[in-house]
């Protein structure tokens, strides 16, 4: 069976520091992964997705960056932080044949302080 | 862009019908989904209809599309105190291979015993 995993579960940063926010998926293979944000108050904004290795599209401009050095692999990164950035980070992925059906991790509290 | 708009708040007791609603603005939507997220946790794939569906049944659940305004439905039977959670109304991306989807903000559910 597939299962995904995210960590940290939360992290507090101060401003100006970096993120590393890792995402891993297991039992598939060629997924489309995904980072959606949720900010407190508001639904969930897709910030990056990728289609294959190294293949990275973002949804909006912001002060964050993605990677995907492995298959299976997804991570999302800052090399300073903003107050702004807080929030709750999801990763997700999909199947490329059924649009649509994401599968999400638990979760990665971040605040910057 | 899409937007899919959605009420915040819904309290109920427990063993009543709770029925979030939910409209969004892309009218070549293939599917249509609800998704729910309990506190602190990812979001889970509650159900999905597909857009030449007008109803869908599973269980405690009804999924009602009405494309011509634009507006679907979810009906809990029964509801339940374990049934509180935000769900979430989502809309596919239009021809969309990549499973992109648009959330609406969640409605925060509370079941009352």
């Known amino acids: 069976s597939q299962t995904i995993h995210q960590w940290p579960a939360t992290l507090v940063q101060p401003v100006g520091s970096p993120l590393s926010l890792e995402c891993t998926v297991e039992?598939?293979?060629?997924?489309?992964l995904y980072w959606y944000r949720q900010a407190a108050g508001r639904g969930l904004q897709l910030l990056f997705y990728s289609v294959g290795i190294g293949q990275i599209s973002s949804e909006v401009p912001q002060n964050l960056s993605a990677s995907r050095p492995q298959d299976r692999q997804f991570i999302l990164s800052s090399k300073k932080l903003l107050l702004s950035d807080s929030g709750f980070y999801l990763c997700a992925w999909s199947v490329v044949a059924v649009a649509g059906e994401l599968f999400f991790g638990e979760g990665s509290r971040l605040t910057v302080l | 862009g899409e937007d899919v708009e959605q009420s915040l708040f819904l309290s109920v007791r427990e063993g009543d019908s709770s029925v979030i609603n939910c409209t969004y603005t892309?009218?070549?939507?293939?599917?249509l989904y609800w998704y729910k997220q309990e506190p602190g946790a990812g979001l889970q794939l509650l159900t999905y209809i597909f857009s030449n569906m007008d109803m869908k049944q599973d269980q405690r659940l009804t999924v009602l599309l009405n494309k011509k305004d634009k507006h679907l439905s979810l009906r809990i039977a029964d509801t339940q105190t374990g049934d509180s959670a935000i769900y979430f109304c989502a809309e596919s991306d239009r021809g969309s291979t990549l499973g992109r989807l648009y959330f609406g903000r969640g409605t925060q559910l509370t079941v009352w015993p």
């Open positions: 039992g598939t293979s060629n997924p489309n």
């Open positions: 892309d009218s070549s939507s293939t599917y």
